[in-house]
């Protein structure tokens, strides 16, 4: 089954407004968890990550909340421009795994002017 | 920087013939190579890891036989997708990361597709 989901495959919000992607996991052994964002016919680029020793970290606009009893991690988008309109990617791996990186099915996000 | 470039950027193949991808880190040392396939309305499945010094480490549903990889140096590393079919189209990427860390550095992909 999916080890990392996203419940959304598509989310639209107003130019300057406040956005929550969310992602849920399985494996309790994940201690890395990060989001990509992804332009079409680019790479994905990592945007923010967080390891499990913390629950939130901030960077600029963008802050990721991790929920490790509740597998759940989420990406926090404030004052939203039409520049972040991309498909976003969140990303989870178990560095016993050899830290290889597990991706959701990825939100498509429009922001509108 | 760290990039990391992957040839060709599309390629189409007939069903049954393979087709071989290269990906190239720059900038960096790509201790590991991830191989990932995102095929039509799908997220990006995991085909292979490939760490120098290791066994290529091949994910459920996905084999050697099938999907040959080559990573000789700490910046090159190549996948043959053999007898393509169908169900092999899709966009193929390459993630590199170097040392015990964790971010992954991706190239661009190379689209596939199978006539």
């Known amino acids: 089954g999916q080890q990392v989901k996203q419940s959304s495959p598509s989310l639209t919000v107003q130019e300057g407004g406040i956005l929550i992607l969310n992602c849920d996991y399985e494996?309790?052994?994940?201690?890395?968890f990060a989001w990509y964002k992804k332009y079409p016919d680019n790479s994905p680029t990592l945007l923010i990550s967080v390891r499990s020793n913390v629950d939130k970290r901030e960077d600029g606009r963008f802050t990721v909340f991790l929920n490790k009893s509740g597998k759940h991690f989420s990406l926090h988008i404030t004052a939203s421009q039409p520049e972040d309109t991309a498909v976003y990617l969140c990303?989870?791996?178990?560095?016993?795994?050899?830290?290889?990186?597990?991706f959701g099915e990825g939100t498509k996000l429009t922001v509108s002017s | 920087g760290a990039l990391v470039y992957q040839y060709p950027r599309r390629t189409i193949c007939k069903s049954g013939t393979s087709m071989r991808m290269e990906c190239q880190a720059v900038g960096f040392q790509a201790t590991s190579v991830a191989w990932y396939r995102q095929s039509p309305q799908k997220t990006f499945e995991l085909i292979a890891l490939s760490t120098v010094n290791s066994a290529i480490k091949y994910e459920q549903n996905f084999t050697q036989e099938k999907f040959p990889i080559s990573h000789p140096n700490l910046s090159f590393s190549s996948m043959t997708v053999l007898n393509a079919y169908l169900e092999d189209r899709g966009l193929y990427l390459c993630?590199?990361?170097?040392?015990?860390?964790?971010?992954?550095?991706f190239g661009p992909g190379t689209r596939l597709t199978v006539l």
């Open positions: 990303a989870a791996a178990n560095q016993g795994g050899s830290a290889k990186l597990i």
């Open positions: 494996n309790d052994m994940f201690d890395y």
């Open positions: 993630g590199a990361r170097t040392g015990g860390g964790y971010e992954q550095y």
